[in-house]
DNA sequence: CCCATATTTAAGATTTTCTTAAGGAACCTG
DNA sequence: CAGGTTCCTTAAGAAAATCTTAAATATGGG
């Protein structure tokens, strides 16, 4: 499955803006434009990128404040492109997160080369959730939300996927109640684990229907729930 | 727990390896000199490294080579510093897997900021691994909250459990009752342990049924538990 | 608004574990 | 050696944890 490498280009010469745009698109990626601070923002906000490119001296926002913005909201690779020849700018911003630092005016085939480098480590990194869970004759297919078990499909509710979901990430992990409920309902557990224990059970229901021969799921009693092997 | 990061410096002209050095020194890295490109082969079949440091005019065997062979074995962050000028090398190196490439003469500073930013994305990434605790042929698994001995898995009840895992955390050290009691029952003691007393007895039999030739858990009388040594 | 489905809450049943009591063994001291 | 203290083992009843099912409530779509 071919996923798109999604670059925010952040620069306000228009030309400039364009060349890299152009050179990104020479190379399979899909660039897209912004050219003030503030642009990047709503960009960012939108959806996931792959990578930045960031101009310094941008109109509504200062690249600094967008890179400070960036990185703390998470870890995408960040490479500054800037006129700034100052030796005290590259190091203050690759010490607040850039990840790379580029003067102008620069090579086109260096900058395309250290963007490679960048994604390369990257996606080398980047997990990946993987699209298929297995285990023992359950199949959980992540993109699609669909379960199978002794390849007859399940019909289950967006709770009892997600807590088969969360077991099956980690099969050998115990996870308690409490694990249980805050990472399925997104709340504080508030003591009370009878939600918790109804959903397992009727999640347990469906399994053993479709396989009556097996278990799934075990309690480890005091401590919660993992996947039986 | 605070580990080290330990940077192998491939250089061989004496004076900037040197400089490298006490520069990663002074950032309170480790860094190990090496002279050739043989010697460097040398210490990463030894050990892990964070980092590496690569000069490509070596003897022995050219960086070129070094870079391939690191890259062949894995994902270390490898940082190229050349007097290679040319801008083909820098892209050929950059392609053939390294992170960055730094030309002679270099700023100090620069050099030192770079790095950072890519042991911090390396570090960023970097899996730490699952807690097992062993005694005698006893494995306790933290995350997974198993226990096997002698490779037969363990059904302990959660008192059990949790004494084991207090005693196997501090293999010498003798727990009073009380102590047991209190980090176990998360209760003040309150001077009756024959509560403690029935639950190491219980797990003395659980620990024994698997493995009889051995004992496991010790009794200092009058002042508590401990693991046999 | 109505209906179908999902979720949560409630209640009773089942399973597992814990605590306490009692008898006996082991250890230590005078 | 005897007596007192500490510890160990076993069994039974109580308590806690968990499971299942049904009823009540919430949600979303037509």
Not at 96 to 125: C, M, N, Q, W
């Amino acid at each position: 499955m071919e996923q798109s490498t999604n670059i925010l280009v952040v620069e306000d010469d228009n030309d400039i803006n364009q060349l890299l745009c152009r050179m990104l698109t020479k190379s399979q990626y899909h660039p897209q434009p912004a050219y003030s601070g503030t642009e990047a923002l709503l960009y960012l906000k939108q959806q996931d990128w792959d990578l930045v490119l960031l101009d310094l001296m941008l109109p509504g926002m200062a690249g600094e404040q967008v890179l400070t913005n960036i990185r703390e909201k998470g870890s995408i690779p960040v490479m500054i492109i800037s006129a700034k020849e100052e030796k005290q700018t590259k190091i203050t911003s690759l010490r607040a997160g850039a990840d790379d630092f580029i003067t102008k005016p620069f090579d086109l085939d260096e900058v395309s080369a250290r963007i490679d480098a960048l994604l390369r480590r990257y996606k080398h990194t980047k997990e990946t959730p993987s699209q298929l869970l297995t285990h023992k004759d359950i199949e959980l297919h992540v993109e699609e939300k669909t379960v199978y078990v002794n390849d007859i499909h399940l019909t289950l509710t967006i709770r009892e996927y997600k807590i088969l979901l969360l077991l099956m990430t980690t099969p050998q992990k115990v996870f308690s109640k409490a694990n249980v409920f805050e990472s399925v309902w997104e709340e504080p557990f508030h003591g009370d684990d009878n939600t918790v224990n109804v959903h397992i059970s009727n999640l347990r229901t469906k399994l053993g229907n479709a396989n009556p021969e097996a278990e799934y799921i075990e309690t480890i009693w005091g401590m919660g729930y993992r996947m039986k092997s």
